[in-house]
């Protein structure tokens, strides 16, 4: 299986993009929590991966991080619930709004996604709730994205561009302290420099 590709972003037509990967192009459909994040053509970039062969077709599917990965792998296993729909649902709530909506039975919520009616998040509920406690999606991800924020936030008022903070937080591990994250992220500025 392809569990991750780094090469160089050559298209982004939503959801699909097309990344260089040492002369082989590869398509990877994105949710659009990626999509809105990925850097301008021509930049490298890293995305973790999920590959699903079918009879007729070969789809690679592409995120920014493992709890989105891991969302999307647990969404997918879901009666009903297809990788397409799956994309469609981390797109529209990403993977921390949905867990916590899951945890907390929030239907409304969830049939606020289109294409998800009351059946289909009641089906949510029911299949997701115990796995997601196994895989520690839910909390984790709200403080990491809080302390991603800290740390981009920190390296803006030190003068870097948003662009340049925004790539240098997408380097940095999941489970990084703020400390520890913005030294890392001033060490791959200062290299790229």
Same mark, same amino acid.
């Given at each position: 299986?392809?569990?991750?590709?780094?090469?160089?972003?050559?298209?982004?037509?939503? !959801?699909?993009?097309?990344?260089?990967?040492? /002369?082989? /192009?590869? #398509?990877? #459909?994105? !949710?659009?929590?990626?999509?809105?994040?990925? !850097?301008? *053509?021509?930049? *490298?970039?890293?995305?973790?991966?999920?590959? @699903?062969?079918?009879?007729?077709?070969?789809?690679?599917?592409?995120?920014?991080?493992?709890? *989105? +990965?891991?969302?999307? +792998?647990?969404?997918?296993?879901?009666?009903?619930?297809?990788?397409?729909?799956? %994309?469609?649902?981390?797109?529209?709530?990403?993977?921390?709004?949905?867990?916590?909506? @899951?945890?907390?039975?929030?239907?409304?919520? %969830?049939?606020?996604?289109?294409?998800?009616?009351?059946?289909?998040? #009641? +089906?949510?509920? %029911?299949?997701?709730?115990?796995?997601?406690?196994?895989?520690?999606?839910?909390?984790?991800? $709200?403080?990491?994205?809080?302390?991603?924020?800290?740390? *981009?936030?920190?390296?803006?008022?030190? /003068?870097? =561009?948003?662009?340049?903070?925004?790539?240098?937080? $997408?380097?940095?591990?999941?489970? @990084?302290?703020?400390?520890?994250?913005?030294?890392?992220?001033?060490?791959? %500025? =200062?290299?790229?420099?």
């Amino acid at each position: 299986m392809i569990g991750r590709i780094k090469g160089y972003l050559l298209e982004k037509i939503p !959801p699909i993009i097309l990344i260089d990967c040492q /002369g082989v /192009g590869y #398509e990877i #459909e994105v !949710p659009m929590t990626t999509f809105f994040d990925l !850097p301008d *053509e021509g930049s *490298e970039i890293t995305l973790l991966t999920h590959l @699903i062969v079918r009879e007729d077709a070969q789809l690679l599917f592409g995120f920014a991080t493992a709890a *989105e +990965r891991q969302m999307f +792998r647990q969404l997918i296993k879901v009666n009903g619930i297809g990788a397409k729909v799956a %994309l469609s649902i981390l797109g529209s709530i990403g993977s921390s709004d949905l867990a916590d909506a @899951i945890q907390h039975d929030d239907i409304n919520m %969830l049939v606020k996604i289109p294409g998800i009616g009351k059946k289909t998040a #009641e +089906r949510l509920v %029911l299949e997701l709730k115990d796995r997601l406690k196994d895989l520690h999606i839910d909390p984790s991800v $709200k403080k990491h994205a809080t302390h991603i924020e800290d740390i *981009e936030n920190a390296l803006i008022s030190l /003068g870097y =561009s948003a662009k340049d903070a925004s790539m240098a937080i $997408k380097l940095l591990p999941e489970n @990084i302290s703020i400390n520890d994250g913005i030294r890392q992220a001033l060490k791959s %500025l =200062s290299n790229n420099a």
